[in-house]
């Protein structure tokens, strides 16, 4: 299955906005069963990103709204570089400072709904 021109426009969109308009869209449609994620579209329009591993779902996250399904990859993308750049003297607060900054050159709403899921996950 291929990914439908709506899905990836938004992608790119969103990558331009991040500052790298020459992302390609970072999953595809086949699970790889070793922890990847893929991306899942129903009949009826519903979108999963879903993990593998060992031929067993270990997580899925699905939504009808692309916006969603946009935040959720630019959110993975955000907190991944956001660790890399920390790797070497990890630091959780400035890793989390370093997410909110990737995101929120997307979007300060984006930014916003970061931050209040990292003070939610700070409080559990």
Do not use: C
């Amino acid at each position: 299955m291929e990914i439908p021109s709506k899905i990836v426009s938004s992608f790119k969109k969103y990558a331009e906005l991040s500052g790298e308009p020459d992302l390609n869209f970072p999953y595809g449609t086949n699970p790889d069963n070793f922890g990847g994620i893929h991306l899942e579209i129903s009949p009826n329009g519903l979108m999963a990103l879903v993990g593998t591993e060992r031929g067993k779902e270990t997580q899925r996250q699905e939504t009808k709204s692309i916006d969603e399904l946009m935040y959720w990859i630019f959110k993975k993308r955000a907190n991944s570089k956001a660790f890399y750049k920390s790797q070497k003297n990890y630091d959780y607060a400035a890793s989390q400072q370093k997410a909110l900054n990737e995101i929120g050159k997307i979007s300060q709403e984006w930014r916003n709904r970061l931050k209040r899921e990292q003070e939610n996950f700070r409080r559990s």
